[in-house]
């Protein structure tokens, strides 16, 4: 699959919700797997690469996890800043202040629904898929930044 970037409309849309988890979503999610693998990334969304359905892959440790419709039911109090990257951004690179914790709602490929909390690393690429599948890509958090003292472009 080939990446979308930066100036390409389609990451500014909204995803539409999966109804049925098939053979089609399963492909869809082999295929953000091997496209994140192959670009050496640890998160991908389906917009990334022209496909507005609400599926994500978050690789944290030696597991990728794929994610159907995912929301936020809640965050932490505690917040980091951390430098973060986008693959359909190369060499783009901004500090970013996210929750440290999140809980997240979601079905598996098995359609199964998932309520978990997600950590650190694994929170941080979590809230950066979904804002994809919302249409926000990471360069307008930063922009949106009110102090715009946390952007640094490495």
Known sequence: MELLKEDD???RRKSKRVDKIDDTVRNIAANLMRTMFDNNGIGIAAPQVGILKQIIVVLVGDNPKVMINP???DISKEYCVMNEGCLSFPRQFYDIERPERVKVKYRGLNGRPVIEWCD???ARCVLHEIDHINGIVFTEIVKNDSEGESATLS
């Open 120 to 122: 650190g690393m694994e």
């Open 9 to 11: 409309i389609l990451l």
């Open 71 to 73: 929301e936020v039911l």
